[in-house]
């Protein structure tokens, strides 16, 4: 099973884009990126998803390099409501027990 | 469009007594899933319902907890006799489609379980 490596906290100012990196380096072929929003007392927000190169949504960005044993979150000019936790996960989507949640990295946006 | 929810949002029960935890996923989502992070560690994957069918509760911890999803609409979470080990925030998702489809899940905001 893909097991993610990702900064346990990250701290940001307002208006500045934050990339969260995140290593998957057993990532197997079949394998997606998908990351994850959670804010206190709330379940995990889906954000973006990718198989490789760059994904861009109206919230995010997603770059994955070729070989795919990374993967990095962009966040363009991040907000007070940014602050969160981001989860990187990497999972075959043929069963919810692949899906393995790491620590997600705490992401503090300062004014 | 309602999102999934989760009652009660707070228990707090003793040791020995029971819970039963329910989830209410999105209308149309034929998928449902559980998960809860307990203190201190990360979250985890406890069972998933493909309408009423159990397509996997491998991750279910013991046979103190129990599941149904009967018509295949909301969700039950049981836990009998309840433990001190099983504090946590206990999460509900569904999805439309499976995830061999790559849809995303849907969460709820969860239930803190504090068993005293």
């Known amino acids: 099973l893909a097991k993610t490596t990702q900064p346990i906290s990250m701290d940001s100012y307002e208006g500045q884009e934050v990339n969260i990196t995140c290593s998957h380096n057993?990532?197997?072929?079949?394998?997606?990126i998908t990351w994850y929003q959670q804010f206190p007392s709330q379940g995990p927000r889906f954000i973006i998803q990718?198989?490789?190169t760059k994904v861009t949504n109206e919230v995010a960005s997603l770059f994955i390099p070729a070989d795919r044993k990374s993967s990095t979150l962009s966040l363009p000019r991040v907000s007070l409501s940014d602050t969160a936790v981001y989860y990187c996960l990497v999972a075959l989507y043929s069963s919810a027990s692949k899906i393995i949640f790491g620590s997600g990295t705490r992401l503090s946006i300062r004014p | 469009e309602a999102g999934v929810t989760q009652f009660p949002s707070h228990s707090v029960i003793e040791k020995g007594q029971t819970v039963t935890l329910r989830c209410d996923p999105i209308s149309g989502h034929d998928n449902l899933y559980w998960y809860r992070r307990v203190m201190g560690k990360e979250i985890k994957f406890l069972l998933h319902f493909v309408k009423e069918s159990k397509q996997d509760e491998s991750g279910m911890p013991n046979n103190r907890f129990l599941a149904e999803r009967t018509g295949g609409t909301y969700s039950t979470l049981k836990v009998q006799p309840a433990e001190l080990e099983d504090s946590g925030v206990y999460f509900c998702?569904?999805?439309?489609?499976?995830?061999?489809?790559?849809?995303?899940?849907?969460f709820g905001s969860g239930t803190q379980l504090s068993v005293l």
């Open positions: 990718g198989y490789k």
């Open positions: 998702a569904s999805s439309r489609g499976g995830l061999a489809t790559n849809e995303k899940l849907f």
């Open positions: 057993n990532i197997a072929t079949n394998d997606y």
